[in-house]
Nanobody, 118 residues
Framework: VQLQASGGGLVQSGGSPRLPCAAS????????MGWYRRAPEKQRELVALSGTGDTINYADSVRGRFTISRDKSKNMAYLQMNNLKPEDTGVYYC?????????????WGQGTLVTVSS
């Protein structure tokens, strides 16, 4: 299972970029897709997660500004980020939990850097 994230870059404070994540490879089910981020000198943290039964969770710091969505027919997830703040700067990682014919477990994309300028 491969996860390809894109859409990062330098964004002005208040900007509204969207991060797409494309899942590919051989898997039977993909129960969750989401986004984590690692800010400079901080640990990786959950940003948004679309889980089983279409449950959605957000970090308190992004709730009301970020929206996660999935297109299951295309194996895509999107993170719409609005009203970005400098503290949103970090490397954003796409994450998924998938079941293949031989195993099940978490998968990570390579990360895309989002830098928010004040």
């Amino acid at each position: 299972v491969q996860l390809q994230a894109s859409g990062g870059g330098l964004v002005q404070s208040g900007g509204s970029p969207r991060l797409p994540c494309a899942a590919s490879g051989s898997f039977i089910t993909m129960s969750t897709m989401g986004w984590y981020r690692r800010a400079p000198e901080k640990q990786r943290e959950l940003v948004a997660l679309s889980g089983t039964g279409d449950t959605i969770n957000y970090a308190d710091s992004v709730r009301g500004r970020f929206t996660i969505s999935r297109d299951k027919s295309k194996n895509m997830a999107y993170l719409q980020m609005n009203n970005l703040k400098p503290e949103d700067t970090g490397v954003y990682y796409c994450h998924a939990y998938a079941r293949t014919r031989s195993t099940s477990g978490p998968y990570w994309g390579q990360g895309t850097l989002v830098t928010v300028s004040s």
